[in-house]
């Protein structure tokens, strides 16, 4: 059974505990401008993104190909690919998972190791636009305080391929330190948290958190997923939004962490929608824009921050005023609803001496920043990562 040959084979390689971030040399790290299969010449690399139409793309930006080694590409940002079975059809088929502490648990059960999944709340920005180049665009912030974010490719031996983005701080173990697993079970553990990612056919999608109280707990006696695990089954097993949502229809939604959240989602031929559970009740809007308030019609449309309705006005202003992009112009217009815009999350030492602190750490609320940026180009199928709200270093990742 593939399940134990999983196990078997970590308890081989000495596993113990779960994941997290571990960086390698700078001579391990992805070669600029070059795929692992073939070199070319920057001359060549230029003609050959001119003539796929990719000529308004950022000229600093450095591609990066997954391998099997977590590879830190600078701090606070690694990446790396899993290739084959990660039980997920095996966790769907045993009626999937209601909560964070019940994935924790499948994961615990084929790693032999205590897992815990668990979060605060964060705020992110999406839109989707028309490329000047064709097909289209999607763009993505995470909004948080500083973290270890993992780009997970994803290979699955029954599923499309797809590059995930992840809050490793999202995960705990215990009696071990994560970055002491083998890099094959961090990346595994991985595949079970992502917030946002594209797929092979273009499907793209995001996790948005909403500030309410109420979190989402469907109970209609179909089997269940989690915040994260909808997004690994979307990206697994979707091509477009039509089949996203005939796919979440089939389950019982529980949020992650107990956040309200909605859902970005986009497909390749331009459909995009956000997925709201109100009152645990499935809607679904048309929209290009999402950030952090209810869009649904209704006693909950508006609920949010008021911040968050600001950086809607600016991405629906900046698409009026464009109607096409290019990766450049989305990028921008996600620099503008970047948190660098935002002060209001960040406290300065003696507002924390004031709240009773005695040094940076006892702040009563961490500085927040856009951790990543992510723009998709659904036709060329590649992500476009910048880290911190550097908007100055790209990393071009691509799904397959």
């Known amino acids: 059974m593939k399940k134990r040959l999983y196990i078997g084979l970590l308890v081989a390689l000495g596993v113990s505990g779960l994941l997290s971030g571990c960086g390698k040399d700078s001579s391990e790290r992805t070669e600029i401008n070059s795929r692992n299969e073939e070199s070319r010449t920057e001359e060549e690399a230029v003609k050959e993104d001119m003539g796929n139409g990719k000529e308004n793309r950022d000229q600093n930006a450095i591609q990066v190909i997954p391998t099997s080694e977590v590879r830190e590409l600078e701090t606070g940002l690694s990446i790396v690919r899993y290739e084959g079975e990660y039980g997920f059809d095996a966790f769907l088929e045993q009626g999937g998972a209601g909560s964070d502490a019940d994935v924790a648990a499948y994961i615990t059960s084929l790693l032999d190791q ?32 500083p973290c270890n974010g993992w780009i997970v490719s994803a290979r699955p031996e029954n599923g499309y391929s797809s590059v995930s983005t992840v809050n490793m701080d999202f995960i705990r173990t215990g009696g071990v330190d994560l970055s002491q697993l083998p890099d094959s079970a ?26 309410d109280s109420s979190g989402i707990r469907q109970d209609s006696q179909k089997p269940d997923l989690t915040t994260t695990t909808a997004v690994r089954l979307l990206l697994d097993r979707a091509a477009d939004v039509e089949e996203a949502l005939e796919l979440l229809r089939q389950y019982d939604f529980h949020s992650s962490m107990g956040m309200m959240v909605h859902l970005a989602i986009a497909d390749a031929d331009g459909r995009s929608v956000a997925v709201e559970y109100v009152d645990n009740e499935m809607v679904v809007i048309e929209t290009p824009v999402v950030t952090n308030f209810y869009l649904a019609p209704g006693e909950k449309q508006g609920i949010g921050t008021a911040q968050s309705h600001t950086r809607y006005e600016i991405l629906v202003e900046t698409l009026e005023e464009q109607g096409k992009m290019t990766e450049t112009e989305v990028r921008d217009a996600l620099d503008r609803v970047s948190k660098n815009n935002f ?11 004031r709240l009773g602190g005695s040094d940076e750490a006892d702040f009563a609320y961490p500085i927040e920043t856009t951790e990543w940026s992510i723009v998709m180009n659904q036709e060329t199928k590649e992500l476009i990562y910048y880290h911190r ?12």
């Open 343 to 353: 002060r209001e999350f960040e406290h300065s030492l003696q507002d924390g001496m």
């Open 186 to 211: 961090q990346a595994f553990v991985s595949l079970y948290a992502p917030l946002d990612g594209m797929n092979e056919k273009g499907l793209v999608i995001s996790v948005n958190m909403i500030q």
């Open 389 to 400: 709200e550097n908007y100055g270093r790209a990393y071009i990742v691509p799904v397959e």
């Open 114 to 145: 205590e897992i815990h999944m668990e979060g605060t709340p964060f705020g992110c920005s999406t839109l989707s636009v028309k490329s000047q180049n064709g097909g289209y665009l999607f763009g993505r912030n995470f909004d948080w305080n």
